[in-house]
């Protein structure tokens, strides 16, 4: 590939714009990416083409982007090093999705367990939408010639889609894309329900009280913590015979930054009571700042749609470029 030598590496990831944020979405993914952010050249994007692949309340969506976004930057994505944007910002997008539709098979796209799953939700009408979602994925990763794409386990088979798209693609039309790699953190970083913590923690729970937003108040996460379902027995120990002792240590070790043996000792002779309101102190002390961040961002629309079209702008130079190169390849007149 061109200009590869001694250029920083490309990440691109996306995040669907489908309900708020919550504490296991900042462990398991926006704090890598957090991370990721001065070692590559960083591309985020707010997918909101894809969240319209399950039935999504206009107005909800509209409100849930921008409130995605607001959070995004409140936990640490920083405009100034990585580019966020909004996926349907950038066309270039839908227009790469529709070429790459033509080199994807039928088949490929009906292995897909997510499709297999969603659509086994959505019996009476299963939008076409749901089954090229893949294709859509694939677009986003290609378009930046990413080398890296940090997901969770549940996407190394669209991962591996994609990589197979753009193989195809690359044989008919050599040296158009660059092969991408999942980048999928290691276990452990799961944060499970708080009522029930055999269950990672979901958005889709039912059950508010399950469920810590990074967005909730100080008398929320009070409120939760001091209800979260625990074993019966006394000793703060971390072992799997005790998930919801286990769940909130591995909160407190988070939000605190001390290890599992030095929690276990802090509190070897204190009772879940006490242990409780310090996992609520402490979390309270970890996300205040954040949600403070996110309240000052959301206050200020102009400011975050004015940062998101910088984001598009940034974007768009890169996804046209390989747009054109990927029309002018297929025949397409690019004047
Ligand atoms: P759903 O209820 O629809 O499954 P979700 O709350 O699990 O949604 P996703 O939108 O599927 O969230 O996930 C966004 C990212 O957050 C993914 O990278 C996923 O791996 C991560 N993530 C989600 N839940 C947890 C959790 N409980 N612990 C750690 N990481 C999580
Ligand atoms: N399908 C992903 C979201 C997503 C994505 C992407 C992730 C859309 N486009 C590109 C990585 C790269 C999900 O549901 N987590």
Known sequence: MEQKIGRRKIILSG?????????????GAIRNWVRLQDEYQCYF?????HAITVPTEPSKLKVQTLDLAAMLIACGIDPNKSVLFIQSHVPEHAQLAWVLNCYTSMGELNRMTQFKDKSAKQKDF???GLF??????????????????PVGEDQKQHLELSRNI????????????????PMIPEVGARIMSLQDPTKKMSKSDENEKSIIYISDSENEIKNKIKRAVTDSGANVKYTDKKPGIKNLIAIYHIATGLSIPEIEQKFANK?????????AEALVEYLTPIRNKYLELKSNQKELKSILASGADAARKVANKT?????KKIGFIVE
């Open 45 to 49: 994007a707010i997918v909101d083409m």
């Open 166 to 181: 753009a193989e195809r693609f690359n044989y008919y039309f050599p040296d158009t894309f660059n092969l991408p790699e």
């Open 271 to 279: 009772g879940y009571g006490e242990f409780k309101v310090a996992v």
């Open 132 to 149: 090229t979602y893949p294709v859509l994925q694939a677009a986003d990763i290609l378009l930046y010639q990413a080398d890296l794409v």
């Open 126 to 128: 299963i939008n076409v």
């Open 15 to 27: 995040i669907q714009p489908s309900g708020k944020l919550h504490l296991g979405n900042l462990i």
């Open 323 to 327: 747009l054109r190169k990927v029309y």
